[in-house]
Structure formats: structure tokens, C-alpha cells
């Protein structure tokens, strides 16, 4: 991959020199710096498994949302855009799969004409476009990124072919394909993915699942003055056989569908933003849904007989800024819960975050952001037993943002 990446640096050069006077190329990138202090409270540091006691960090990190990218154009309306993403995963520590490198986007368009294009390659979907301003702690052992976790669902980045239907100034229609084969986890068993003990339920279920059909995303940009809407549908189906210790004929379908509504606006100085996202099984599906409980607890689960439960989940965030000058201070609030069945144990999951986050621009390209961000991961409950805190924790920060 690092190979790969140089050598594709190398073209994006060699084409930014040797392309014709007629095409358009740009290159260009961010380079992120975090700089912050965790601070987690006894029951939060034993639920994700840094000790028994309260846990305090200091790190100082390039995150992997660093990146480099470059865009083409030519005189047929024709365009494409590639970009890679370099930096240190979590820890610090670089993936050992990645070296550090990875592809964000490459795509490529055609206008076919001022209400038509088509586009195909790897980007992200239309559903759900919007994102809180939350930036610093990409890689503090929790994902930290744009609130996903905590009330912001985030369709991801993934191959897809896509369509869209202009009309007029008023808004659009995106509808795109997009590979369904990406999601790392099916469905809630026993304990196998959480670091929580489920009363003593370790065993798991092993499955394979079958995608006869891509995923379909919906969006549909709606603009009224200062004021736009954002209203998207996504809908992904799959087979989910089970092999044991469940009947070997169980065969089941699962069914992942999210409605998302979403408003952004400003009027002089102030500027606001929202979303709220409302779904069955969304940890069935591609996409960044964070690691807070009710992230974890978001796929529908398996049952004994072969069988499989929805599980409900919803999330919404606030963005309220107001700018003077060079700075921007947001406030920002969130809060994400999801509701499942666990062979026949109820579990009720919440997460909520809030806090302040002041993009500050010193100089052209140089930008400062102070954050304080405060975690509450909520409770942990079965029906009928105790209730278990999974605890607290706040990020307090700054990133340093160069763009070229």
C-alpha cells in the first residue's frame, strides 16, 4: 500500500505537468494535528478495558483524517478526484495493514448535461450528509469523530454508482448503489464483540450471510434561501444463514433501513445545523456508527432457533455557531440510543455528548481548534437485572489544521 501510494503521488504529478491547457488539475490536502487530554472515570475506563481505576492520557497525534488529494477536469464535463488519508490509527499506533495510507476517495463524473450526472468510484453516499463539528480525538482508543456513537449517523465512504437529478436551483435527487459486502459485524451474539460481561454469557454463534443486492441510498438536498433541507432514505437487505449451535437449515432475512432528516442555515454571523436519524438494524450495514454502547448494540440479534430480531435505533445532534471575525465558537449536542433483544433479554442503551468546539483561522491555511467535549456513555441494562454505569469521560483539546 505504501508502494501504491507513491506511485500514485507520482502520477498526480506527472499529470498536473503534462495535461493539456484545456484540462483543470488541483492538488491539494489538511494536515491535522490533535493535541488533547482524556479523562475517564472508574466505571468508563473498565467498560472499554483500560483498568480498574480512573484513566488520564496526554497525546499529541497526526490523525488518519490527514490526507492528499487531487482533482481533474476537462472540457467535456468530465472530472474525477482522488484523495488518501495518512496518519496514525488508534493509540498512535500505525495500522500495520495500512502503513498509514489509506484510499478516502477515488471517483470520477460526467455532467451529461446541467440537470444530469453520473458519477462512479468510492466517495460518500448521499444519505445523511451532514455532521457535527467535533474534530479532536480521532484516535483516543474511543472513535471520537463528528459525534458518530453519540446521535451522528455517518454513511461512510464506499464504492458506489450514483445518479443525480437536478431541478433547478431549487434541490436534487441522489440515488446510489453502494457495495453492501463492507460491514465487519452481522449480528449481536452473546458477548463475542462487546468488552461488557452479559451476566456471564460468553458463548457465541458463528453465521455467514449472503448480499444479493447492493444498498440503496437516498438523498434529497432541498434549498429555500438561506435555509436547506436534507431528507434521505437508506435500505440494505441480507441473507443470514446460521451454522451453529442453531439448526443448520435457520435461514433468515435481515432488513437494515435508516430515515434521516436533516436542516442547515445562517443568517449574518450565526449559523445552525441538525440531524436526526431514526432505523432498524443499523449496525448490519456499511457505514460509521461509532463504538458507544448503543452503537455496539445496533445490529439485530440472532436467536436460538435461527431466527433474527430488529433492533431499534435512533440519534440526533445540535450545531449552533455564531462567528466574529477569525473565530467561530459552536456549542454542540448529541445523544444516540438503540433498543434490542438478546435471546429474550431486553437491552436499553444510551449515549449523549455535549460540548464547545471554537474553529479559530489565524492565517490563511492555519487554523487553531480549542474543544471541550464531555462523554456520558449511559447505563447498561437487561431486563430485570441491575443496572451497570459504563461511565464518563471528557476530551479537552486542540487540533492544529494546515490546508494547502
Not at 497525534?61 to 476537462?74: F, G, K, S
Not at 449472503?210 to 437508506?234: C, E, H, M, Q, S
Not at 446460521?242 to 435481515?254: E, F, Q, W, Y
Not at 447498561?380 to 492544529?400: E, P
Amino acid at each position: 500500500m505504501k508502494k501504491l501510494f507513491l506511485i500514485g503521488i507520482a502520477a498526480l504529478l506527472l499529470v498536473a505537468f503534462t495535461m493539456p491547457a484545456m484540462a483543470k488539475v488541483k492538488i491539494g490536502g489538511i494536515i491535522f494535528t490533535d493535541f488533547y487530554y482524556v479523562d475517564r472515570d472508574r466505571d468508563n475506563s473498565r467498560t472499554w478495558g483500560f483498568g480498574d481505576d480512573p484513566y488520564q492520557v496526554t497525546a499529541i497525534q497526526v490523525p488518519y483524517i490527514t490526507r492528499l488529494n487531487a482533482r481533474w477536469t476537462n472540457e467535456d464535463n468530465v472530472g474525477m478526484f482522488i484523495e488518501f488519508g495518512i496518519g496514525q490509527t488508534a493509540q498512535g499506533v500505525v495500522d500495520k495493514n495500512s502503513n498509514g495510507v489509506v484510499l478516502r476517495h477515488a471517483y470520477g463524473w460526467w455532467d451529461v448535461n446541467p440537470n444530469f450526472q453520473i458519477m462512479a468510484g468510492k466517495s460518500t453516499t448521499p444519505f445523511s450528509p451532514l455532521n457535527p463539528s467535533q474534530m479532536v480525538g480521532t484516535n483516543s482508543g474511543t472513535l471520537n469523530i463528528i459525534g458518530v456513537g453519540y446521535g451522528n449517523y455517518y454513511a461512510g465512504r464506499f464504492a458506489q454508482v450514483r445518479g443525480t437529478f437536478k431541478f433547478g436551483k431549487m434541490g436534487r435527487v441522489e440515488l446510489a448503489l453502494v457495495d453492501p459486502n463492507a460491514s465487519a459485524r452481522i449480528v449481536n451474539t452473546f458477548a463475542k464483540y462487546y468488552p461488557w460481561d452479559l451476566a456471564g454469557y460468553t458463548e457465541s454463534v458463528d453465521y455467514q450471510t449472503n448480499t444479493k443486492l447492493p444498498r440503496i441510498d437516498i438523498g434529497v438536498p432541498l434549498y429555500f434561501g438561506p435555509i436547506a433541507i436534507y431528507p434521505g432514505f437508506l435500505w440494505q437487505q441480507r441473507t443470514v444463514d446460521a451454522i451453529a449451535p442453531v439448526p443448520a437449515n435457520a435461514d433468515d432475512s435481515l432488513y437494515t433501513y435508516i430515515g434521516s432528516l436533516g436542516i442547515k442555515g445562517g443568517f449574518g454571523g450565526f449559523s445552525f445545523a441538525c440531524e436526526g436519524n431514526w432505523g432498524k438494524n443499523w449496525g448490519n450495514t456499511v457505514g460509521l456508527i461509532g463504538t458507544s454502547a448503543p452503537a455496539m448494540f445496533s445490529a439485530a440479534t440472532l436467536n436460538a432457533d435461527g431466527s433474527t430480531s430488529d433492533t431499534t435505533t435512533y440519534g440526533y445532534w445540535f450545531d449552533v455557531g455564531y462567528k466574529f471575525g477569525p473565530v467561530n465558537p459552536h456549542v454542540i449536542f448529541s445523544q444516540m440510543k438503540s433498543k434490542t433483544d438478546l435471546l429474550g433479554f431486553g437491552i436499553d442503551t444510551s449515549s449523549t455528548l455535549w460540548g464547545f468546539s471554537v474553529p479559530i483561522d489565524l492565517a490563511k491555511g492555519f487554523r487553531i481548534r480549542p474543544e471541550l467535549m464531555w462523554y456520558d456513555d449511559g447505563e447498561f441494562q437487561l431486563q430485570g437485572q441491575d443496572v451497570n454505569s459504563l461511565g464518563k469521560y471528557a476530551i479537552y483539546g486542540v487540533q492544529f489544521q494546515i490546508t494547502f
